[in-house]
């Protein structure tokens, strides 16, 4: 039987991470705004995906969505000190980039199973600009497999967070702006799989193109 919340001992560390370091980052240190929280179902099963233009938007996708949701995170990730322990409280598990891991689906489709929110970057790396310009069916995938809703969430900003070459986080201003729910696609069919993701990526980049 699938659960309706994460485990209690992940909620746990994700609000004492969330309450001592994100939250007071995003709004006092980035200037965060937050649009469209009303629209995040708190519980049961869910799919997110986002725009990706910086290592940290993982933590900022948890926060803002109020509930800890697994990354399929690239393994690099999992090597930077500090950024490494915060993923993994927010349940990350690292994929093979450029690989078909198949681990790592059957990891993400456990935490839905279980009742966890999994977090997809829907083009599957960064971007320069944070729009999404090749989205891939990776998300669409999982939701069609484990019949769960799909949220999209855009990122605004969080590509000036680290200048190249520099480890120390600048004080950028941030916007995350959070969709209603897309239904899953019905069944696995490469066309259907394509239209909703198209649809994922046209929704995330007309929030974006919002802009501040």
Not at 34 to 50: A, C, F, M, R, T
């Amino acid at each position: 039987m699938s659960r309706s919340r994460e485990p209690l001992i992940s909620l746990a560390l994700y609000h004492a991470f969330k309450w001592s370091i994100v939250s007071p980052m995003l709004h006092a240190y980035f200037g965060g705004k937050i649009y469209g929280v009303e629209n995040v179902p708190q519980s049961d099963p869910l799919v997110v995906v986002s725009n990706h233009a910086s290592y940290f938007d993982p933590p900022i996708v948890s926060n803002c969505v109020r509930r800890p949701v697994a990354y399929m995170a690239k393994q690099e990730l999992f090597e930077i000190p500090v950024l490494a322990q915060a993923i993994k409280l927010y349940g990350a598990y690292p994929v093979s980039r450029g690989n078909a891991d198949r681990n790592a689906i059957r990891a993400a489709l456990e935490c839905l199973e279980n009742g966890w929110a999994v977090g997809v970057f829907l083009q599957g790396t960064r971007t320069p600009d944070g729009r999404i310009t090749e989205p891939k069916k990776g998300a669409a995938l999982l939701a069609a497999k484990a019949k769960v809703p799909i949220l999209p969430v855009s990122l605004w900003g969080t590509e000036g967070i680290l200048e190249k070459g520099s480890s120390i986080p600048r004080a950028v201003p941030l916007t995350i702006r959070i969709g209603h729910v897309i239904d899953p696609p019905s069944s696995t069919n490469k066309d259907e799989l394509a239209a909703v993701t198209q649809k994922c990526a046209t929704v995330i980049n007309e929030m974006h193109d919002l802009g501040r």
